[in-house]
């Protein structure tokens, strides 16, 4: 079931974000992977730079066609000028990132915007883990220990969008992910939602 | 032939070799411009009786990273060297004697001015790609940035936009030590009598930047040289295996090198500055140029370190131009770029192939 709910989800926030892109623009996708993503961005049109640490990850992309740059993350990101992309992606990284803040401000200096997807910590599942098990919530969007994850920074949707007021980023727009009830997802993400593709801009 | 210099090279001879046929249409030429002591035997042997192949072997060839059944190779020896083509060691027109110091100063980009000409006479109006290390990846660099209605790409490994002051002070410790040499006589000695003391200590002063501590560490260790101790000799020849690999490195160089060659070699990288075409500026040097690029460092290079390579990469991606880039984790210093043959060739067949299907489209 897990399994089901991690796919369907990665093709989510993925779509929703591919949805936003329209032909012609520029596009850097920080932490791009294989660049797969990419190269469908590619394919439809748009004009893409990926960035990524994996030297191997590297290679894949560029077996599939997709310029891409090694840059760590975590570094200031200052290898290229304010405002030369149109959009700035960044999904499902934030929460392995040592100053999601720092990242963040500068996603909305490069990019004209940016698009972010986010693991909602507050999902249900991972309360009731918390509240009953006593336990750090796992599953098969964080399948890790507390000790050996890579994901050193979660924050639920409501943490996310007050990061945003605090950094003076506006939200353009909030698409919740839901599990299984789009409804109650609508109405409570924070509670509903395992994820949820943000739109920033600068103020 | 117009150098950097004023001066004019005059008869210039060009040697070069050609792996793989030219297509139909001209556009599967991929040029590899060679490092300071390389020459224009990059890939093959000339006869089986050859006792080694090119010195890009390893990559170029039919089936291998850079494969000769879908590409035309060309390779030449630069100008100014002693392997072919036109350098110190050629007669003058103007005085029926070979040149010697009376040869011109060139820069790199005059190497490539000679190349460029290779490649008119050839009749291929763009090339696939360029590509090379080192020295061969400056030369990568001013073809993109001088002639690049004739580059589709091009692919820079383990080079810098300019010489770092640490690469001039090892070249004038190497040009100094062939000075040194008596034989030398001013660039003015005979085939049979050359400054071998001083450019065997040249390039083993330069063989040493081309490795890595951790590799010199693997290789030799603290080991003697076929003795279990110390000689305590007043002759301070060689004890450790270190000096012995030196030493002959040295002697194998002085067999295939010239001395004067070595000077215009070197003057020539002293020289290099990418960014000169844009009075310093590294940023609006890359604006005159729209190729795609592959750029390529490694992790234990210290003669041409990453940072160098990411100077490259932030101008390029300042001018918007497609850039791909990775640093090599390799062990073997900057000589990585002929050793770590799998990772670096897998990278490079796989760009060229996107390249050339990007053509097929266009």
Known sequence: MFKKIRDLNRRRDLDVISSLISPGERVLDLGCGDGTFLKQLQDAGAVVQGVELDAELIGRCISNGVPVIQSDLNGKLDFTDDGSFDWVLLSQTIQEMRHPDRLLSRMVQIGHKAAVSVINFGHWSCRMQVFFQGRMPRNSQMPYHWYDTPNIHFSTIKDFRELCRDLEIEILQETPLPARFPRLTDAMPNLFAIGAVFVLKKK | ?362
């Not at chain 2, 660099?141 to 004739?150: F, G, K, Q, R």
């Not at chain 2, 009598?193 to 083993?204: C, D, E, N, T």
């Not at chain 2, 010199?216 to 020849?237: E, H, I, V």
Request: hydrophobic share 40%; net charge negative; aromatic share 12%.
């Open chain 2, 1 to 362: 032939m117009p150098l950097d210099c004023g001066r004019e090279l005059k008869d210039v001879n060009i040697r070069y070799e050609t792996a793989g046929q030219l297509n139909a249409d001209r556009s599967n030429a991929v040029l590899i411009t060679h490092a300071l002591s390389g020459d224009a035997h990059v890939c093959g042997r000339h006869t089986p009786e050859d006792r080694k192949p090119g010195w890009w072997d390893a990559m170029i060839g039919p089936g291998k990273y850079i494969d000769t059944n879908k590409y035309f190779v060309i390779c030449s020896n630069i100008i100014g060297s002693c392997s072919g083509s036109t350098g110190p060691r050629s007669i003058d027109p103007d005085t029926g004697k070979p040149y010697n110091l009376n040869f011109p100063v060139i820069t790199v980009r005059d190497m490539v001015r000679a190349e460029k000409a290779l490649i008119d006479h050839l009749g291929i109006k763009k090339l696939l790609s360029v590509v090379g290390g080192s020295m061969g990846g400056m030369q990568v660099l001013e073809w993109a940035v001088n002639y690049p209605e004739s580059v589709d790409c091009a692919i820079p490994i383990a080079t810098a936009c300019q010489f770092s002051p640490q690469n001039i002070a090892f070249d004038w410790v190497a040009r100094e030590a062939i000075k040194a040499d008596p034989d030398f006589r001013n660039g003015e000695y005979s085939a049979d009598a050359p400054p071998s003391r001083g450019l065997g200590a040249a390039r083993m002063l330069a063989h040493i930047t081309y490795l890595s501590e951790e590799t010199m560490s693997r290789k030799f260790g603290r080991n003697l040289q076929n003795k279990d101790s110390y000689d305590f000799d007043f002759d301070f020849n060689y004890d450790f295996a270190v000096e012995s690999y030196l030493e002959h490195q040295g002697k194998r160089f002085v067999e295939r090198f010239d001395a004067n060659s070595y000077f215009y070699i070197t003057r020539a990288t002293d020289y290099f500055d990418l960014s000169a075409h844009a009075d310093g500026d590294l940023v609006k040097t890359f604006a005159l140029t729209d190729a795609a690029f592959l750029v390529v460092s490694f992790s234990s290079d210290w003669l041409f370190p990453t940072w160098q390579s990411r100077r490259l990469v932030e101008a390029m991606m300042k001018n918007k131009l497609p850039v791909s880039f990775c640093e090599i984790q390799s062990s073997y210093g900057h000589d990585a770029f002929l050793l770590e043959v799998d990772t670096l060739g897998r990278m490079i067949r796989d760009f060229l192939r996107h390249r050339q299907e990007g053509l097929k489209h266009v």
